[in-house]
């Protein structure tokens, strides 16, 4: 009990139980280590966090420009990519045109010169016809010639048996 009377005998500070000596000398203490803290820990300690903040600030900068190139870079290279698509389309179909028009070339010139094969062939085998009929009819003449020489005993001279050869040929050939 002799607490509590002491207690309420305090007045002001007192009766908190703080003592105003003790107090104020706390109070000066607080303050040379809060002003030598400031001087040698805060401003150091405070640079420090000011310059990591500054380092982060600028790698987030930094993140969301190399960000925004990575997005424009795929944007570019997508188109690049399109691009390339369409070029490589583009040269299948002109090669497609290519190779059909050198078929078609091929096709032509082959047929070119399968007509002048079939040509030559045909002029070979009218030339070739035309020689065989001449040499069919030289020898038909000698054939008529010896027949008639052996019928009628008498050898005519060449012209003369030609002629007349010739003359009965044709009036065979109308009959």
Do not use: C, W
Not at 79 to 89: F, I, N, P
Not at 100 to 129: P, V, Y
Not at 141 to 167: F, G, H, N, Q, R
């Amino acid at each position: 009990m002799q607490y509590v009377i002491f207690a309420s005998n305090a007045s002001g500070l007192a009766a908190l139980g703080v003592n105003g000596s003790a107090f104020l000398i706390q109070l000066i203490t607080f303050i040379l280590a809060y002003v030598v803290l400031r001087k040698f820990a805060f401003k150091p300690i405070l640079k420090i966090l000011q310059e990591r903040r500054d380092k982060i600030e600028l790698g987030v900068k930094l993140g969301d420009e190399m960000q925004k190139k990575d997005q424009l870079m795929q944007k570019k290279i997508n188109q690049l990519l399109q691009e390339a698509r369409l070029k490589a389309d583009q040269i299948v179909v002109d090669s497609e045109a290519t190779a059909k028009a050198i078929i078609a070339k091929a096709e032509t010139m082959a047929e070119k010169r399968s007509d002048i094969i079939i040509r030559e062939a045909k002029d070979r085998i009218a030339l070739e016809a035309n020689q065989m009929k001449q040499r069919v009819e030289n020898e038909i003449l000698d054939l008529i010639s010896e027949t008639t020489e052996s019928i009628l005993k008498i050898k005519l001279d060449k012209p003369t048996d030609a002629t007349l050869l010739v003359k009965t040929f044709k009036e065979q050939q109308a009959n």
